[in-house]
């Protein structure tokens, strides 16, 4: 972890990084507000994947995050998020960067959807493997909006990983909520608790303040 | 000219922010009739906090904040911590509301943009000042002391506290006064074993928990804060302190308040004599009509550049440069906090975790040069540290190898280790060379001459930011940090980052070198107050709103009492 992404941890904590409670009272106006917008993703139009592709992110997605006895990615809406994400919040390098990968890794599979899900995994893993002296991995390089820099593999990664933690089923189903109402500093962590959800991804939208310098 | 649609108010002030919310709550207090001219838009306390406990999939891209919005848009606001996808609406849009920069000397410049201003976004820790930080300038031969001390403004503090509301921890310190507390709020588990061990090998080194105006318990109807996290998105519940929650109801209540939104004041107008205002100017920022109103009291609460950047456009043949600067402080001496961090990791307590979110850290009062000059420091002043715990979870660990059910559950888990990040504040001196100016020829959409900003650190400044980096290294490990950053004084913040920006309208004793007196009352305008951060003479280490609070309710008692007394 470089210092500045140290520092911008820090700036976030004097904020504290916002968990919503399932059962937390909203105003009025606000649940009216708040209802009649609906989720993200009810309210996207999905137009650049072709059905093949959909298929195969899904695949790829299911396999980061499979369904266990929570559930997966699927479930969860990621595939479906990453379409939204590359369609209208990458930069048209990074999109062309994601389509190419997709399409390379099709290519190289000779048909990703034919394959059997070991090979299928096989795939990602190899391809991690030959992303691995990438800036994306270095320790603590998660304090930034976005690694423009990222391989696909990492592009669809962090994606995935966002798309199931941030979505209401990753969210209610797979991390806990944080009971609000009082704080309270010495709480024991029991051995099968996960971390608490998050409101608003704890990003920076920081320029970077100072040249990095690695941990 | 602006149309003359001027109509008769006892007094009108400039901005809703803390110093303006409380202007217009102690005005209206006293049976004046109170107009407040708001440059932002007008947002309802509660029913307007649209990003209040917002789920992250009910958020456009999760909440990823929309980067292409954020470059063209708020280049300049999007460094501040608390800017986020769920409260955008409440900040200065950069690219229509823009200011210039000196090259080589960056300032910052954060701003709000509704009704409560900054109030609304602020980071909520209050601090008393001490007598020493009334004294330091007149001890250290620093440009110019002080009008008063700390025992004129002490009962002011516990005036606007016992108002305000301030959780924290009594301590008895001489150099940094306990407020009228609250209970203070609990600590985490690792910042016990922290105070212990510190306060234990260190014996100058205090810790105690962040005083701030977030309410422990009801108070004025105000409910306790619920730990939800992110203030900054806005409280419906009122449980922590803005104009919004506070001074503005407070008003409202009197039956006295017009409160106009979406009012650039542009200048204000004196009379023949020069030595009243008789008009203040205004541009409607929607329909960009302009108007004229008047009353017998002006308080300039607009913030520190703001408030310069409208007495500088203010000049007239009796005021060349520019409204009551007759000295030509106006606009010079701007100073800032620097802010610097350090940090370790901790593996103590790795099975304890927490519930709720504290909106609060500790804080390491000052311990340099108090009561004299430490023998081991090559710099004036000193600094306080402001210090956050943080459980790492997916969200810094996201980057890990690995697919699959293993991937999944290492996601879910807390991280095996904690952060402890210590925040430097440093006080700032006052230079002349560090300014606030107006274009000659560039001005705004509304024809408004841009503000010209110039700032840059002194040596003073990077002494005390390299010594926050010895000081912290010795606390981290009399802490018990496993592994700690040390930041180098030339990572610090930018001025104007630290959003206490201050002192461009100083108030002192001496007309021909300031432009307030000691109760904020401009020397060449009777009718005129100034109570934003511009009448700051010095910067004190410690987060100056609670300052602004007590010197806002002190001048309107005075300026009151004045016009009763036909004295303005």
């Known amino acids: 972890m470089n210092r500045r992404e140290f520092l911008q941890c820090a700036a976030l904590l004097t904020a504290g990084s916002g968990v919503v409670p399932d059962t937390w009272a909203l105003t009025l106006e606000q649940q009216t507000y708040l209802g009649a917008r609906g989720s993200y993703l009810d309210r996207v139009t999905l137009t650049l994947f072709s059905g093949e592709q959909r298929a195969m992110v899904a695949a790829m997605s299911e396999l980061t995050i499979p369904r266990t006895d929570t559930p997966g990615a699927i479930d969860a809406g990621v595939p479906q998020f990453i379409e939204a994400m590359v369609s209208a919040w990458f930069n048209d390098e990074e999109r062309a960067n994601f389509m190419k990968g997709l399409a390379e890794l099709d290519r190289r599979a000779n048909g990703y959807l034919r394959q059997d899900a070991d090979q299928q995994l096989a795939l990602l893993e190899a391809l991690e493997d030959e992303a691995s002296d990438a800036e994306w991995f270095r320790m603590g390089n998660t304090m930034r909006i976005w690694d423009s820099n990222a391989p696909f593999i990492c592009q669809f990664k962090e994606l995935t990983i966002l798309g199931f933690m941030l979505s209401e089923t990753g969210a209610r189903q797979f991390l806990t909520p944080n009971p609000m109402g009082a704080f309270d500093g010495s709480v024991s962590l029991q051995p099968e608790q996960r971390t608490y959800s998050t409101q608003t991804p704890m990003r920076s939208v920081s320029p970077p303040i100072s040249a990095a310098e690695d941990l | ?568």
């Open chain 2, 1 to 568: 000219m602006p149309e003359n649609n001027a109509t008769e108010f006892d007094a009108i002030v400039v901005g809703s922010g803390i110093s303006g919310g409380w202007a217009a709550k102690e005005l209206t207090e006293r049976g004046l009739r109170v107009l407040v001219l708001e440059r932002g838009k007008n947002i309802e306390h509660g029913k307007d906090y649209i990003g209040e406990h917002a789920n992250s999939w009910n958020l456009d891209y999760y909440g990823m904040p929309d980067r292409e919005l954020i470059a063209s848009d708020y280049p300049i606001q999007s460094d501040s911590y608390a800017l986020m996808a769920t409260n955008l609406q409440y900040w200065n849009n950069d690219r229509l509301n823009p200011y210039l920069q000196t090259e080589g000397k960056p300032f910052s410049w954060k701003r709000a943009d509704v009704v409560g201003g900054r109030s609304l976004l602020w980071g909520r820790q209050t601090y008393r000042w001490s007598d020493a930080d009334f004294k330091a300038n007149a001890r250290d031969g620093i440009q110019i002391p002080w009008p008063l001390d700390y025992k004129e403004i002490e009962p002011w503090y516990s005036y606007v506290e016992e108002f305000a509301g301030i959780s924290g921890q009594e301590e008895g310190l001489e150099h940094l006064p306990d407020s009228k507390f609250l209970p203070p709020m609990e600590y985490y588990e690792l910042e016990k074993t922290i105070k212990k061990r510190v306060e234990k090998k260190l014996d100058n080194v205090k810790i105690t928990m962040g005083r701030c105006a977030v309410l422990t318990r009801e108070h004025k109807g105000r409910a306790p804060c619920h730990y939800c996290g992110p203030c900054h998105n806005g409280c419906s519940t009122g449980s922590y302190f803005s104009s919004q929650s506070s001074t503005l109801p407070a008003a409202r209540a009197t039956g006295n308040l017009t409160l106009l939104p979406n009012q650039l004041v542009s200048k204000l107008v004196h009379n023949d004599a020069g030595d009243k205002i008789v008009a203040v100017n205004t541009i409607d920022t929607v329909s960009k009509e302009q108007r004229s109103f008047s009353a017998k009291l002006i308080f300039l609460c607009a913030s520190t550049v703001a408030s310069t950047q409208i007495l500088l456009n203010s000049a007239s043949s009796s005021h060349p440069n520019g409204l009551a600067n007759a000295s030509g402080a106006l606009g010079k001496y701007v100073m800032d906090h620097g802010m610097i961090g350090h940090m370790g990791m901790f593996v103590d307590h790795p099975d304890m975790y927490f519930k709720g979110n504290r909106p609060n850290g500790l804080y390491i009062p000052r311990f340099r040069n108090i009561g004299r000059q430490d023998e081991d420091a090559d710099f004036i002043r000193g600094y306080g540290y402001q210090a956050h715990c943080l459980r790492p979870d997916w969200q810094t660990s996201f980057n890990q190898r690995g697919f699959g059910a293993k991937l999944k559950e290492s996601l879910g888990k807390p991280g095996s280790f904690w952060i402890w990040a210590m925040g430097g504040f440093f006080e700032c001196l006052p230079y002349e060379s560090n300014q606030i100016r107006l274009h000659p020829q560039k001005t705004d959409r509304f024809g408004v001459p841009l503000v010209v900003t110039e700032f840059d650190w002194g040596d003073n400044e990077r002494k005390i930011a390299a010594d926050t980096a010895t000081q912290a290294e010795k606390i981290l490990r009399a802490a018990g940090s496993l592994y700690h950053i040390l930041s180098k004084p030339e990572q610090m913040s930018v001025g104007g980052a630290g959003i206490h920006e201050m002192g461009t309208a100083r108030m002192g004793d001496d007309p021909g070198k300031s432009v307030l007196n000691k109760y904020n009352q401009a020397h060449e305008v009777s009718n005129l107050f100034v109570t934003d951060g511009s009448f700051m003479t010095s910067a004190s280490c410690v987060n100056p709103s609670l300052t602004y609070m007590a010197f806002t309710a002190r001048a309107v008692d005075y300026a009151v009492k004045q016009l009763n007394e036909g004295q303005i």
